[in-house]
T-cell receptor, first 110, second 112 residues
Framework: KQEVTQIPAALSVPEGENLVLNCSFT??????LQWFRQDPGKGLTSLLL?????REQTSGRLNASLDKSSGRSTLYIAASQPGDSATYLC?????????FGSGTRLSIRP | DTAVSQTPKYLVTQMGNDKSIKCEQN?????MYWYKQDSKKFLKIMFS???????INETVPNRFSPKSPDKAHLNLHINSLELGDSAVYFC???????????FGSGTRLTVV
């Protein structure tokens, strides 16, 4: 049974710092891995999608990596801004569904 | 031009009532899902439909009944609402899971 773990559960850093969020999964037989952002009381915004054959994806200040063999992914955020404060969710998909981690609550201090 | 839209956004109702949440996607995806986000913010799948056929039915009380009239719609009907049903319910869609999932903005259900 696939399990997705995100560490740390919460992270607070000063503005301008680079940071890394971690995600691990137990079953490497995945279709793809997706990082989402969720603001308080809001829906899910897809940030990056990495297909199982890919190693990384980049969008602006965000870079996500995938190491399927070790069951790990990282989300790198460069030059963090207060507007980056949100909960970041890692999710892996198999043939039938997407399975979420419990998220990392990120706070960027001005 | 909303990709996955849910209505209503907020729903407050009394215990014992029956309520429905509607979901529509205009992405042409073949699979739709309902997810529940509990008070601890954990997202868990409830149902999935592929081309109007039920594919996944996780451990969900029989009071929850999904209905898919066509490929673009997946509604969730809940009978005899209980306090524990209070949560945020998200609808999502994908093209057989291959190219990622798109989520609606959620329906916050509060049972009083």
């Amino acid at each position: 049974k696939q399990e997705v773990t995100q560490i740390p559960a919460a992270l607070s850093v000063p503005e301008g710092e680079n940071l890394v969020l971690n995600c691990s999964f137990t079953d490497s037989a995945i279709y793809n891995l997706q990082w989402f952002r969720q603001d308080p009381g809001k829906g899910l915004t897809s940030l990056l999608l990495i297909q199982s054959s890919q190693r990384e994806q980049t969008s602006g200040r965000l870079n996500a990596s995938l190491d399927k063999s070790s069951g790990r992914s990282t989300l790198y955020i460069a030059a963090s801004q207060p507007g980056d404060s949100a909960t970041y969710l890692c999710a892996v998909s198999d043939a039938s569904k997407i399975i979420f981690g419990s998220g990392t609550r990120l706070s960027i201090r001005p | 031009d909303t990709a996955v839209s849910q209505t209503p956004k907020y729903l407050v109702t009394q215990m014992g009532n029956d309520k429905s949440i509607k979901c529509e996607q205009n992405l042409g995806h073949d699979t739709m899902y309902w997810y529940k986000q509990d008070s601890k913010k954990f997202l868990k799948i409830m149902f999935s439909y592929n081309n109007k056929e039920l594919i996944i039915n996780e451990t969900v009380p029989n009071r929850f009944s999904p209905k898919s009239p066509d490929k673009a719609h997946l509604n969730l009907h809940i009978n005899s609402l209980e306090l524990g049903d209070s949560a945020v319910y998200f609808c999502a869609s994908s093209q057989s899971g291959s190219y990622g999932y798109t989520f609606g903005s959620g329906t916050r259900l509060t049972v009083v």
